[in-house]
């Protein structure tokens, strides 16, 4: 299975997948790493590459039997539609979840004292995060609102809408 996360800086994504990852001993893939990684060795540059290293990584776990977690912000269309020709390649079912803070004020403390856990990487700030190019979703889609929510508490609705997308799905 492939869990495809999107959603803004600062909602709560990161903590979220990392979480199912644990919980479900799947493949976690986040993007930030990727990137960071590249900027290291000097081989970054802006675009879509940070995301085509983690499409082919998926791609290679799925064939291998595991469940693949892609923590990504995942903000258009294109990204979006590439995650779903992963799993549409390999014939192995998917589910979008886009993780959302619904409290703009929680959402902005949260960016403003976020802890980087990925060393030499720069957050982006509340002006980036919140002038940053995000698409309406245009298809259904599981939506997690973490505003005011533990993390336990936030998965926790998230297993019980896999679980309910994958009944009716």
Request: charged share 25%; proline share 4%.
């Amino acid at each position: 299975m492939l869990y495809i996360f999107s959603g803004l800086p600062g909602t709560g994504k990161s903590t979220l997948s990392a979480a199912l990852a644990q919980e479900l001993r799947a493949t976690y893939l986040r993007v930030d790493v990727v990137e960071q990684a590249m900027r290291t060795a000097d081989v970054w540059m802006d675009g879509p590459a940070g995301y085509m290293v983690c499409y082919e990584i998926a791609s290679q776990n799925l064939r291998l039997g595991l469940d693949v977690i892609a923590d990504t912000v995942n903000p258009i269309h294109e990204t979006r539609q590439a995650w779903r020709d992963v799993a549409g390649s390999l014939a192995v079912p998917f589910v979008e979840i886009e993780v959302v803070c619904s409290d703009e004020h929680e959402h902005r403390h949260r960016v403003a004292t976020r802890v980087v856990d990925i060393p030499g990487f720069a957050p982006p700030t509340w002006e980036e995060v919140i002038t940053r190019t995000y698409q309406a979703w245009d298809r259904d889609h599981i939506v997690i609102d973490t505003a005011h929510q533990t993390v336990a508490e936030s998965l926790l609705t998230l297993r019980e809408q896999i679980d309910r997308t994958r009944k009716t799905g």
